[in-house]
C-alpha cells in the first residue's frame, strides 16, 4: 500500500502524478495508474521523438506508475489525450470509488480537493 505514497512524484521531473482512470477496454482493463502530466516533463517531451524513430508517428507516452509499483510508459496521442480520465479531484469519490482506489494502493491524500 506504500509504494504510491512513495512514488507520488514524477521521477523525471518532481511533477505531482495524478491518479487516471484506464480505459476498460484497454490492456490494463480499468485500472488506476498515476501518472505524470507535466507537458514540460523531459521523459514525455523526448517521447515523440523515440516514438517517431520506432515508426510509431503521432504517439507519445507519459511517464505512468501502475497499481504494483512498476513504472511504464503510458502511451498518447496528443497532450490532452487521457486528461478526461484523470480521477477528478473536485468531484466527491463514490464509496465504490474510495475503496477501489484503496485497493490498488492509492491512500487517499488530505488535500484531496486542492491537488
Ligand atoms: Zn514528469
Given at each position: 500500500?506504500?509504494?504510491?505514497?512513495?512514488?507520488?512524484?514524477?521521477?523525471?521531473?518532481?511533477?505531482?502524478?495524478?491518479?487516471?482512470?484506464?480505459?476498460?477496454?484497454?490492456?490494463?482493463?480499468?485500472?488506476?495508474?498515476?501518472?505524470?502530466?507535466?507537458?514540460?516533463?523531459?521523459?514525455?517531451?523526448?517521447?515523440?521523438?523515440?516514438?517517431?524513430?520506432?515508426?510509431?508517428?503521432?504517439?507519445?507516452?507519459r511517464l505512468g506508475?501502475?497499481?504494483?509499483?512498476?513504472?511504464?510508459?503510458?502511451?498518447?496521442?496528443?497532450?490532452?489525450?487521457?486528461?478526461?480520465?484523470?480521477?477528478?479531484?473536485?468531484?466527491?469519490?463514490?464509496?465504490?470509488?474510495?475503496?477501489?482506489?484503496?485497493?490498488?494502493?492509492?491512500?487517499?491524500?488530505?488535500?484531496?480537493?486542492?491537488?
Open positions: 500500500m506504500i509504494y504510491l505514497m512513495e512514488n507520488k512524484f514524477c521521477p523525471h521531473c518532481g511533477s505531482k502524478l495524478l491518479p487516471v482512470e484506464t480505459p476498460e477496454e484497454s490492456t490494463w482493463g480499468g485500472e488506476i495508474h498515476m501518472v505524470c502530466f507535466n507537458d514540460e516533463c523531459r521523459y514525455y517531451k523526448d517521447s515523440w521523438e523515440h516514438m517517431a524513430r520506432c515508426g510509431a508517428l503521432s504517439t507519445g507516452y506508475i501502475d497499481p504494483r509499483g512498476s513504472r511504464r510508459p503510458v502511451l498518447v496521442w496528443s497532450s490532452e489525450a487521457l486528461k478526461d480520465h484523470i480521477v477528478n479531484p473536485d468531484k466527491p469519490l463514490s464509496e465504490s470509488e474510495k475503496v477501489y482506489l484503496r485497493k490498488v494502493g492509492y491512500i487517499l491524500p488530505e488535500d484531496w480537493g486542492n491537488l
